[in-house]
């Protein structure tokens, strides 16, 4: 009389947008610690780059796409603050050995203490901003 068969359930597809945007939110707070680490030890940094980097394509489309671009955005506005750091300290010492102690320091001499004491320690709050408010919206899920 009646067929009590069940009906079949349509197959179901695995979500794969899913499985990759928690790969990629797992790697963004992975890159945010590794930049993190690098306030103390300089290099970790490096790793963190290159992740951002080989991992911005993948995350086209994505809130991911935006935290991967923060880290590369700062990793260069920090490197190269640290390399005009470096290059100003031979004015200094240029001067110094070659003058003796000088009392009355031009103003090229007191750029590598201006850029020591002002300049990047404003850059070194800049960084821990963007690094703790990027993990903090990467465990929200929230574009940076």
């Not at 009389?1 to 928690?22: C, E, F, K, L």
């Not at 603050?81 to 007191?110: C, E, H, Q």
């Amino acid at each position: 009389m009646s067929d009590t068969s069940p009906t079949p359930q349509p197959a179901r597809i695995p979500d794969d947008t899913t499985g990759g945007a928690s790969d990629l939110r797992s790697l963004a707070i992975v890159c945010y610690v590794l930049f993190l680490l690098a306030a103390v030890n300089g290099l970790t940094a490096f790793i963190g780059v290159i992740i951002a980097y080989v991992k911005r394509n993948d995350a086209t489309g994505t809130i991911w796409r935006s935290h991967f671009d923060n880290m590369i955005t700062v990793f260069w506005v920090m490197a190269l603050a640290a390399i005009l750091g470096m290059l100003s300290w031979p004015l200094w010492l240029g001067g110094v050995f070659t003058n003796g102690w000088v009392f009355l320091w031009p103003p090229v001499f007191t750029l590598p203490f201006i850029f020591a004491f002002l300049i990047f320690p404003i850059l070194m709050i800049w960084y821990f901003y963007r690094m703790i408010s990027g993990i903090i919206r990467a465990s929200d899920e929230r574009a940076y």
